[in-house]
């Protein structure tokens, strides 16, 4: 657990709504380059911690550092600013804007703003990227629900994020739009960006991720190599339950 | 981007033919034509600049006369006072503090208390003076007298509608305004995408604050006899709301298709229906609700977006053999 | 005795408060529409209240079961022919806000003209009952009283028909989330145009209760909506109870501020109360935190 290596490290974060704790005294590191999936059965804290990391929500206690400097209660556009990108459980595009400018507005106010002909250039190649490129003009609200995901990985990816948070990006898609996805977060790894995934799809899990992190009632119960961790006894237990209630 | 281009340079020939021709009108209208032009000159800067804010970013504001009245106000306290320029800036900066203050404290909060608040702002504001006015000043009401004629207030007028719409212009290519654009989409992903969301809101609100109470100050002397229930009368914020809606808020020249046709309207209303005026307001801003959502320039929008969709790569307005895009 | 005075007068027009709240937040808490309306029909129903007591004889009382079920069933309408197109063109419920805020201020010109047309631009007002009783050595007018205790009764009839009944617990289901109240069998739409009716049917009921003792002209509508406003949201939408504290706070509030500062600046308190709420619990004094 040395901060100094880690991209990211979450310490003792511990965030309660009422008297529920969403996520309770959780720690994780983070390397540089890594893909890192983090599990659990539904309303064990994984979104919670996503929105934690990207500041939309703030945590009541702990530590927060994306590469040594604490991020924990920043709002989202400063977290924006140091390298943090997301995408939505729900998709979110902008519906109103085209294609182009859904990119252009993650290019234009991250760490290193583009703006103009550059910007419009760089939006293009992005574009290029997640194979949207015969959509430039089409506007958000009548994209494809696979085209809507792919354009918010393209906006996430114009911020040039030093960490990417994926939350049940492949979630609602088919077989064959799966197997699309999953080549391109493929690809996108190839280029070298860090991420955290907080995914359902054992599949993609298992093919794309190096490690990962299990939560069950806001807290860690598993650490891992994606198959040891899922094999874990306490894992088993917390996605089916104990032999008493079966 | 020669569409771009082209678009601009038609856009600023039309600024420079309209700037023309108010200054000229003066010379060829009598006193009921200048007074016309008063009032479409001042609603159509009122609608450009409400436009300006509540048209990208989704944020309806009610409280257009609130600004409009601080301009008033200005001019019926401080015009015999100060020379004119300075009394002008003063009304713009005065009010640029106030929509400050209350976008800071209402912007952060979700749409519809904003909404709520700038509904009462107006109210506020014109008890607040006649507050002061009768405890503290000892009587509602003060006359303006100023030396200016109903020309130079066209012509003032004129001057401030051409530099709203460059600074309009400006801020629709900046950054300022597409972040003000992704606002009004989803506010959430204009958060994660790195933008200062409040900053940006409250600007570009009290800039068009700013604008709103020029138009204020600029016409204040065609009352003479000044008081709150004249300067903050709801009915304007209300019509500048209708043309506003009916032109289209989510381009600059929007607002500006309704004003013309509303100004009308409205003229012929108050001089044949007096009595049926409110009514007939609220009927012809309920058919524009609901029936063109978007406006006069958002229908023009969807048929070049529905044409652009259709051929890509094409520029609106050539005249090629159709063909499929797939 | 001006502070008790204060308070007396504070707790009644905190009372009237509560109940003109009650209405708006059937209307904006369980139905989702944001009505700019609201005022201009109190003011429609002082009105009638006020031509039904002076030319048909008819004391307000008796008014209420006449006004009341015109104003449910007038509100029944104009959720179903006007505000149920807007609820189906929204995406969200930011946009059905928006929507129903323009659609309700165009509204809100059409009747304050209507009634503007009928009775003018001055202010009325009647007798209907002139004691004054002693409360403590601090007089209080009988229609005052008189109308703050049908408030009660009123508030009550509405609480436990909320909190009680089986449509009652449809209406709270709907408000609660829309979308799972579907889910469990509830006719949404039935549901919130019973609970804008409902609204309806309270504001008009306030509104002929405030003509007992109030002053009133035809632009007093805007006034009345604001307070409700800011009673509802102090409250948290949809919480009978809140509206109640929240009332009762600004009723308290306005008439120490009329008393002891200047009666001119009852509105600026309002509001100035308005956005401390706001900006320490932006979801209300009783509102559900972090949804």
């Known amino acids: 657990m040395t901060t100094s290596t880690a991209l990211l490290s979450v310490c003792d974060v511990t965030r309660r709504f009422g008297s529920l704790r969403a996520v309770d005294g959780l720690s994780f590191d983070i390397a540089e380059g890594e893909i890192v999936g983090l599990l659990g059965p539904n309303g064990s804290g994984k979104t919670t911690m996503m929105n934690l990391v990207s500041g939309a929500l703030k945590p009541d206690a702990g530590t927060i550092r994306l590469a040594g400097s604490d991020i924990a209660g920043l709002p989202p556009n400063r977290i924006a600013r140091q390298g943090i990108a997301r995408t939505f459980q729900l998709v979110r595009v902008l519906p109103s804007m085209n294609c182009l400018d859904n990119v252009k507005a993650g290019l234009g106010f991250g760490a290193q703003p583009t703006w103009g002909a550059t910007a419009d250039s760089k939006a293009e190649g992005l574009l290029e990227r997640v194979g949207m490129a015969h959509r430039r003009l089409t506007l958000g609200k009548d994209l494809t629900y696979m085209d809507q995901k792919r354009l ?3 906006r996430a990816l114009a911020l040039q994020p030093r960490l990417l948070l994926l939350d049940e990006w492949l979630a609602g898609l088919n077989p064959s739009e799966l197997v699309e996805a999953i080549e391109l977060l493929r690809k996108v790894r190839g280029e070298g960006v860090t991420m955290v995934m907080v995914e359902h799809v054992m599949d993609a899990i298992r093919s794309l991720c190096d490690r990962c992190v299990i939560m069950n009632a806001g807290a860690k119960i598993a650490e891992g190599m994606p198959a040891e961790a899922l094999a874990e006894p306490e894992v088993v237990r917390a996605y089916l339950g104990d032999d008493a209630d079966a | 981007m020669t569409m771009n281009s082209r678009s601009t340079l038609l856009g600023a020939v039309l600024l420079l033919a309209g700037v023309v021709g108010l200054a000229l009108l003066p010379g060829f209208v009598g006193g009921y034509g200048l007074s016309m032009a008063i009032n479409f000159l001042m609603f159509a800067i009122l609608a450009t600049s409400w436009a300006m804010f509540s048209g990208p970013s989704g944020y309806v504001s009610l409280a257009t006369v609130a600004f409009f009245g601080i301009g008033a106000y200005t001019v019926a306290v401080l015009g015999e006072q100060l020379p004119w320029g300075a009394v002008l800036l003063l009304a713009a900066g005065i009010a640029f503090v106030v929509a400050l203050l209350v976008g800071l404290s209402t912007l952060r909060l979700r749409g519809v208390y904003f909404v709520i608040f700038s509904f009462g702002l107006a109210e506020l504001i014109r008890q607040v003076v006649n507050w002061y006015e009768s405890t503290q000043a000892g009587s509602v009401g003060r006359y303006v007298f100023l030396d200016i ?61 700013a604008f709103m109470a020029l138009v204020g100050a600029i016409v204040a002397p065609r009352w003479t006899y000044l008081d709150p229930s004249i300067a903050f009368n709801p009915n304007i914020s209300f019509q500048v709301l209708i043309m506003a809606l009916l032109g289209g808020a989510r381009r600059l020249y929007g607002p500006l298709l309704g004003v013309i046709p509303m100004v009308l309207l409205f003229e012929y209303l108050s001089s044949n229906f007096p009595h049926l005026f409110s009514i007939l307001l609220g009927i012809t801003f309920l058919a524009i609700v609901y029936m063109v959502p978007h406006g006069v320039a958002g229908l023009i929008d969807s048929y070049v977006q529905r044409y652009r969709e259709r051929f890509p790569g094409r520029r609106v307005g050539k005249n090629q053999q159709k063909e499929s895009a797939l | 005795m001006a502070f008790l005075d204060a308070l007396l007068n504070g707790l009644t027009l905190g009372g009237m408060y509560a109940l003109v709240a009650m209405g708006l937040t059937l209307q904006y808490g369980v139905a989702r529409i944001m009505n700019l309306s609201y005022g201009e029909f109190l003011i429609a129903a ?210 120490f501020v009329a008393v002891y500062v200047a009666p001119g600046l009852t509105l600026a308190a309002t509001f100035a109360l308005f956005l401390i709420v706001l900006l320490i619990r932006p979801t209300g004094m009783m509102g559900r935190a972090g949804a």
């Open chain 1, 152 to 154: 918010e990985l393209a």
């Open chain 2, 149 to 209: 004629t109903q020309e130079q207030i066209v012509w003032q007028l004129t001057a401030v509608l051409a530099l709203l719409f460059i600074v309009g212009w400006l801020i629709e290519r900046s950054r300022v305004g597409f972040a003000l654009r992704m606002i009004g989409d989803d506010e959430t992903v204009a958060l994660h995408c790195g933008v200062n969301i409040t900053l940006i809101k409250v600007l570009v609100f009290s800039l068009s604050a």
């Open chain 3, 46 to 255: 002082a009105f009638s209240a006020y031509w039904l007591f002076q030319v048909q004889a008819i004391n307000p009382l008796l008014a209420l079961l006449l006004v009341v079920p015109v104003a449910f069933g007038a509100n029944w309408l104009i959720y179903q022919i006007m505000l149920h197109p807007l609820v189906r063109r929204s995406r969200d419920r930011g946009e059905l806000e928006v929507n129903s805020i323009l659609a309700t201020f165009g509204l809100l010109f059409v009747i304050q003209g209507l009634v503007l047309l009928i009775f003018g631009s001055n202010y009325f007002s009647y007798t209907y009952i002139s004691n004054v009783f002693m409360i403590a050595g601090s007089p209080i007018a009988a229609d005052r009283l008189l109308a703050v205790g049908v408030a009660v009764v009123l508030g009550t009839a509405l609480y436990l028909l909320l909190v009680r009944t089986r449509p009652g617990t449809a209406l709270r289901a709907v408000s609660v989330d829309p979308r799972a109240a579907q889910l469990a069998g509830i006719d949404v739409r039935a549901a919130s145009a019973m609970a804008f009716a409902l609204g309806g049917g309270m504001v008009a009921a306030s509104g002929v209760l405030v003509s007992m003792f109030t002053t009133f002209n035809a632009s007093m509508g805007v006034v009345f909506t604001m307070k409700a406003l800011i009673v509802v949201i102090m409250g948290g939408a949809g919480h009978l109870l809140g509206a109640l504290a929240a009332g009762l706070t600004l009723g308290l509030v306005e008439s």
